[in-house]
């Protein structure tokens, strides 16, 4: 009996989040992951090991990925993941244009909301899809990537997306396909606020987000990012357990009534940080212009200010280059922010 071939995944951008999707897809797929050569040169040696709370970690030995840093090795696939961060989009697409089979299905698994528009101006004539990643994962180790809380990828419904769905799947990869992807987007986006918050604290997630000073902080991006939905019409997809509208004045919560209420939000690994601050530990240039960018841009087109998301936006900024601003207190962070919403 003929044997059927493998589905063929190549990932873009080998770090926390293709080497989380691409290792556990490695079971029931063929996957090529991509990536930068000394970030390669570590699988080769290290393998990748793939782990989570809860799961016993699952360690995939270099024979069983396929390792590149070319966009050619992209040439086979049937479909193809973009994890590089949000600056490094448009040359991700134009790289892989000239080598990606017609009928690619490329799906984006990246944060905030141009992404996948940004990919269709590079590839015309691809199916370009959007993914949404609710979870963090961190980099722990050589060739070691931690999920440090659970969730359900989300992808954009599609008939060339069937197949995706049912190998994650099938790979304990949770995934829904969602005809309301804008609004998930969006719903991430208001989570994603967070990012620049605990970047700055340089405290792990758990720790930042029970600390009231800095959820304050987060309230103050999250009322200004809702008021600019409401003017754009804007209906966020409800990712966590209280609906949108409602999670600033969940976050301003004494710290004890918020850590009783908020359990299923607190259940994160003790260690995991936001992609932002690994980008910052790493002297990398952030995202923070598709995050809090995104609201002051959508304010302003409303005519609204978006004063704590602009300060938050100039303060990431500067820590990119002066990472000796950092880390920021609570109480800091939050007398600046109010001082810029009063100013
Ligand atoms: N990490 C997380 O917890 C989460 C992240 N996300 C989102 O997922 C996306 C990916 O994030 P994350 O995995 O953390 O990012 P990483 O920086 O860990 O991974 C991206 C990798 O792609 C590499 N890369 C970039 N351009 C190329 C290229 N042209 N060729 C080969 N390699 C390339 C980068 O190398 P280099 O750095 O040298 O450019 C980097 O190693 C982002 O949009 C992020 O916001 C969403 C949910 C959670
Ligand atoms: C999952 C979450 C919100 C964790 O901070 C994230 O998307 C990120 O770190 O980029």
Avoid at 278 to 300: F, K
Wanted: charged share 20%; aromatic share 4%; with cysteine.
């Amino acid at each position: 009996m003929a044997e059927t071939a493998r589905p063929t995944v190549a990932v873009f951008g080998a770090g926390s989040i293709g080497c989380h999707l691409g290792g556990a897809l490695a079971d029931v797929a063929d996957v090529t992951l991509i990536g930068r050569a000394p970030a390669m040169d570590v699988l080769r040696e290290h393998g990748l090991t793939i782990s989570a709370a809860g799961r016993a970690p699952r360690r995939i030995g270099p024979d069983r990925l396929r390792l590149a840093t070319g966009p050619d090795a992209a040439a086979d696939a049937d479909f193809v993941l973009i994890t590089v961060k949000t600056a490094a989009t448009a040359e991700a697409g134009r790289q892989l244009a000239p080598h990606l089979r017609s009928d690619a299905v490329v799906v984006s698994f990246q944060n905030g909301l141009h992404n996948p528009d940004t990919l269709r101006a590079e590839l015309p004539g691809r199916t370009v899809l959007a993914g949404m990643v609710p979870y963090n994962v961190v980099q722990t180790g050589p060739g070691t990537v931690h999920q440090g809380m659970p969730g359900t990828l989300m992808v954009e419904q599609a008939a060339a997306v069937e197949e995706l769905t049912r190998l994650c799947t099938a790979a304990g990869l949770p995934v829904e396909a969602r005809a309301d992807i804008r609004e998930v987007q969006y719903g991430k986006l208001l989570m994603n606020l967070n990012n620049a918050v605990n970047a700055l604290s340089g405290l792990p997630l758990r720790e930042q987000l029970g600390l009231r000073a800095y959820r304050l902080c987060l309230a103050l991006c999250q009322r200004e990012a809702l008021a600019a939905y409401r003017a754009a019409g804007v209906r966020p997809t409800r990712l966590g357990p209280v609906p949108a509208a409602l999670t600033p004045y969940v976050l301003r919560l004494p710290d004890a009534l918020f850590r009783r209420l908020a359990a299923s939000t607190l259940d994160i690994n003790a260690h995991a940080r936001s992609s932002m601050w690994e980008d910052l530990e790493r002297g990398r240039p952030t995202e923070i212009d598709s995050l809090q960018g995104e609201i002051v841009a959508l304010a302003a087109r409303h005519g609204l200010p978006a004063p704590a998301n602009a300060c938050l936006t100039d303060l990431v900024h500067q820590a990119e280059t002066a990472p000796d601003t950092l880390p920021w207190t609570g109480e800091r962070l939050l007398q600046q922010l109010r001082s810029a919403t009063r100013a």
